[in-house]
């Protein structure tokens, strides 16, 4: 049997969305159910997709939730369609992030400066708290949600094995901590920010883990949206592409055949330059249910 896993980027709120459409696209090709995967990696927006899928919700349910259908439960209806606004809230004094030896400079140079955010994250609390109500983590044995130690600049995949101990609450949390946008989050001491100031998908995390296959899906990697917006956002598109490159070379290099899914030219055309913006959500994840790519997986 395939031992495969499975990489969920970062992409906020309009990024989450194409990837519950090409989540789907991907099980109608394959006859694969995500939730089955050994690992389940997430980062950012990937981090709570990973988190409902290792709560055993499926691909049909969160295209429901996503187009706000009642066969959907509450909690993923709620946060499928009502999620945060386009703009964050005023940010507070900027961070003090020392944040060393990390790759890609564009990333780190943004975190260094970006404030202290102060939008409200209580969305992601409603959520996980529904989906585990006595605050521990998923049924699933191997969900990651990958942060950022603020202190050291190192990832930390909560929920593999060596991790800080951290319920899966304050795990997503602090994977969502978008420098300037979201408070960063405490966890035995430590401070953490969004995993996605390191990596878009920290694919190199599972070297080793003795996998035949990994699904990459990085709505953040790869294309290039059209028009002025697109030349802003393509700063970070073109570090985060260049970083999932090398490490999908070394998980490669190990071993384990890599699939990559990303947004094509068109799909980035309707999800826009803004990756938070909740106008596009529903477009994107439409687009992606339609018009990604499925290459062949191993049998």
């Known amino acids: 049997m395939t031992r495969r896993g499975l990489v969920l980027g970062c992409g906020g ?35 709570s997709l990973a988190a409902l899928l290792g709560a055993g919700v499926g691909t049909a349910e969160l295209v429901d939730g996503q187009r706000g259908r009642w066969s959907a439960r509450p909690s993923v209806r709620r946060f499928c369609t009502r999620p945060p606004a386009a703009l964050p809230a ?38 996980v708290d529904d989906l585990v109500p006595d605050g521990g983590w998923v049924p699933h044995p191997a969900v990651w949600a990958v942060a950022l130690d603020a202190g050291t600049g190192r990832r930390v995949a909560f929920g593999s094995p060596g991790a800080p101990p951290a319920s899966l609450r304050d795990a997503v949390r602090a994977s969502w901590a978008i420098p300037g946008w979201y408070p960063p989050v405490t966890v035995g001491g430590r401070t953490y920010l969004d995993g996605g100031v390191a990596s878009t998908g920290s694919v190199d995390l599972l070297v080793g883990q003795e996998l035949d296959e990994v699904v990459v899906v990085a709505p953040m990697a790869g294309g290039r949206i059209p028009g002025v917006g697109g030349r802003v956002e393509g700063l ?14 070394a998980l490669e290099a190990a071993g384990t055949r890599v699939v990559r899914l990303c ?6 055309a309707v999800m ?3 990756f938070m913006n909740p106008r596009r959500r529903l477009p994107a994840m439409e687009a992606a249910l339609v018009q990604v790519q499925i290459p062949e997986g191993a049998r």
């Open 13 to 47: 709120t309009v990024g989450s969305a194409w990837q519950v459409g090409a989540l789907a696209a991907l099980e109608a090709s394959w006859g694969w159910d995500p939730r089955t995967a050994s690992v389940i990696v997430g980062t950012s927006g990937g981090a």
């Open 90 to 127: 005023r940010p507070g004094l900027p961070g003090t992030w020392s944040l060393t030896g990390l790759r890609g400079p564009a990333l780190t140079a943004l975190a260094r400066l970006a404030p202290r955010g102060r939008t409200d994250p209580a969305f992601l609390d409603e959520l």
């Open 236 to 249: 970070l598109r073109r570090s985060m592409t260049r970083g999932l490159d090398r490490e999908i070379a």
């Open 263 to 268: 947004p094509s030219t068109a799909e980035l």
């Open 272 to 274: 826009g330059p803004n």
